[in-house]
């Protein structure tokens, strides 16, 4: 007997809850490919000193061996493996191993599970999935990317509340903003400070003017400066206006300023009301060297960002290039676990099946399947009833899984061209009308199964 | 520096091979959705007592530990985690996990990463993608499912070679059959006898007369006899004659020699030409009770069986109640590394984009963004040109990846509604005419990457 106990960080959905997932896979992967982002799938596993060369993640990572001794040893002479803890280690290495066979600038997607050993809380898992965009480009990658980049992000959200999921917001910054700014006020610890202002929401004002004192050695007024520099939001160029009425001004800010002014107005033509500048946005990781982006869903703040991002300049490198780039990854099974905990979007049906086509009596349920043939012919998911129970336990049948219609044969179902198919009822509003089965077509609504949102009437 | 040496046994493929498995997987899936299979994903991991309850593959897990001992610590509490090997032992605990909030029979789609710590060889992987199809229920299972599965899956198999796909051909046999003459025959160790009839394509007529005396202890009439069944094939009611013309006749013969012509007999009726009975067929695997197939590639039989099952009585358990089921499961890695091996087909473009967007010059890149925004808006993937370059050489952007069309901006280009969109230029036939964003329509098999049998004129 398998133990059946759910294991505490490994998400798993119940068929409907698989519905809301691959609905939001299916919008965001079809708008990667609108901005022409080319699909990939990478190994689960990556040599151990690969996935430690991130460094800060190390404990994280779930390492394999084979259960057999004797296997353990003939894999003696290969590395150590690990499973990856994001998809853009895994990514990096394609590249890598892949330059030249590739075309540059390279735009992919991936969609894939990783797995990180850490202890299971609210919206964080030990196995989950993550859908990445990026783009690189050997040597250099023109900075225009980095306004696509959340663009492609900004316009699947907006696709997905269709669906039913709240808006989302996506907040940038720029680290020539932050460092050139911190730089100028003389702060010399530019990372440290950046990990202070990443607590912002968590430590509150207080706590970062205080710990850039204790721990980045800032003076109060500098604590002060770097925190109402933290506090600048703007949807437009008057974000330069803000930053630079606080007097400091540098050459790297200036810099920062321009790339970040026009990723706003940039992003703000192709989906407007989505990309906001939030100046507080830090990014743990050291990679990012210009954009940084992070996403929350409005009126879900506490779910912390579900999409998350930025410019890297020597992430990729294939020993004799350095391949810049820019991406962003969505937390999938984050976003899924809050839509179907909160109940925030339903599936209008577990199932596929759009027809339950009744059986009359088992010694008939060939014609059943050659009309349950005839509509699959067209594209019409069908199935047929199980057992050729009374007609009212076979509508019992659909009506549990949401099937919206069961067909009843007639006389002469199953003669293709003949008439007498039978007749198809609507099991939501009774109504049964006499009907072809190469002729009969559902309501284009009712063909699959889609996502809305919850208080939409059935 | 990332390790960039491919790993032996986990494949991966270049962005124009993806969209091969992409549309190999988008093939399947689509088929069980017709069929009326809900989709589910289950974790990667399962306890590891649960992977060996099994037992024959134990030697094949991969086992699971973190990085850090502090860690490992923290984990004594739980149970010892593996990858699963296949997609039937997790599908078995998902059913006994949530057995009270399925509705039955349950019928599902899996299509996941699976694991083995082999020592990989051609067309065997340590790291592959199954797709596997399932139905259960409580008690018992009407044996017509016996039918469908194999029906559904011989459906997909015909739907690929329009892709250029080579023919299948789905084996199918009853363990009932082979059970049943062993027994008449006076043959006790009918496992045996069924795992040396499984090595018949291997080792031949002459090694299973051999094996059949050494290993089980067969008389060499008895062994004849065994051989001379499983010689036996037919794609209609006829099996059942040349089976009983051997001169052996018991209850459970006769009662799997129904079945198996049911199955022939209904599959023909549904997708002709592609169920055969074939009464070597024998599956390893010892939970078999009915049904049993493998399925070959007509001309690619050296790549043994790409997709193969039965029928199962006592797999599923949730500690009060058995679910007889069937199953089939599509070795997606073993068929898709064949097809690109050998060059059957190939992807239109290994991109998605249909249109490049040229850029004039830098200064006019919003109104390239502009028509790219308009196309995309009906579902036109589009990129802008990545760099303002000479025509020449961002047309040559577009050859490099088989993008169709490359669309120069004209005077009014991005004034949504205005003239002068531009012009837009088929690469292939060097045609260009004048277009509107709104409005102008590439072909549809231009809209999206196809994949096609490798011979097809670009």
């Known amino acids: 007997m398998p133990r059946v106990a759910p294991l505490s960080g490994f998400p798993e959905w119940l068929p409907a809850g698989r519905v809301v997932e691959q609905h939001v896979i299916d919008v965001m992967t079809s708008t990667f490919a609108l901005f022409g982002y080319a699909g990939i799938e990478t190994r689960a596993v990556e040599p151990v000193e690969s996935l430690l060369s991130k460094g800060e993640t190390s404990k994280e990572i779930y390492l394999l061996r084979r259960l057999q001794a004797e296997a353990a040893e003939a894999d003696a002479g290969e590395s150590q493996l690990g499973l990856h803890f994001d998809l853009t280690v895994p990514f990096a290495r394609y590249v890598a191993e892949n330059s030249g066979r590739l075309t540059f600038p390279f735009k992919r997607f991936q969609v894939q599970k990783v ?101 980045v050695g800032a003076s109060e007024e500098q604590a002060r400066a770097c925190l109402a520099l933290a506090e600048i939001t703007a949807t437009d160029a008057s974000v330069a206006d803000q930053v630079l009425a606080l007097g400091v001004r540098t050459p790297l800010l200036e810099q920062g300023l321009d ?33 940084v982006y992070e996403t929350t869903l409005l009126g879900h703040e506490n779910l912390g960002s579900i999409c998350s991002g930025g410019r890297y300049d020597s992430l990729v490198d294939d020993g004799s290039t350095t391949y810049p780039g820019v991406g962003m990854s969505v937390g999938i099974s984050r976003l899924v676990s809050r839509l179907l905990r909160d109940e925030l979007v339903r599936p209008t049906r577990p199932v596929p099946t759009a027809v339950l086509v009744a059986v009359v009596d088992e010694d008939t349920r060939d014609r059943s399947n050659a009309i349950a043939r005839r509509l699959r012919a067209r594209g019409i998911a069908t199935e047929v009833a199980p057992v050729a129970a009374k007609f009212g336990k076979q509508i019992r049948y659909a009506d549990r899984r949401d099937i919206p219609f069961v067909w009843f044969p007639g006389a002469g179902a199953g003669d293709d061209g003949e008439p007498g198919d039978g007749e198809v009822k609507d099991i939501r509003s009774g109504d049964q009308v006499a009907a072809e089965a190469d002729t009969w077509q559902p309501p284009a609504d009712d063909l699959r199964p889609r996502v809305v949102p919850a208080g939409e009437p059935r």
């Open 115 to 215: 797995w990180r050993g850490e202890r299971p809380q609210d919206g964080r898992f030990r196995e989950f999935v993550q859908a990445d965009i990026d783009v690189v480009a050997p040597d250099e990658l023109p900075a225009h990317f980095e306004i696509e980049v959340p663009v492609v992000m900004a316009t699947a959200f907006e696709r997905l509340r269709e669906l039913g999921v709240p808006q989302a917001r996506v907040s940038v910054n720029n680290r020539r903003v932050s460092q050139g700014f911190y730089e100028g006020l003389g702060i010399e610890d530019v990372d440290g400070t950046l990990r202070v202002i990443d607590k912002l929401d968590k430590i509150g004002a207080g706590g970062v003017l205080a710990a850039l004192q204790a721990e």
């Open 259 to 291: 790339e970040l002014v026009g990723l706003v107005e940039g992003a703000a033509a192709l989906v407007p009301g989505v990309v906001v500048a939030d100046l507080k946005i830090a990014r743990g990781l050291d990679y990012y060297t210009g954009s």
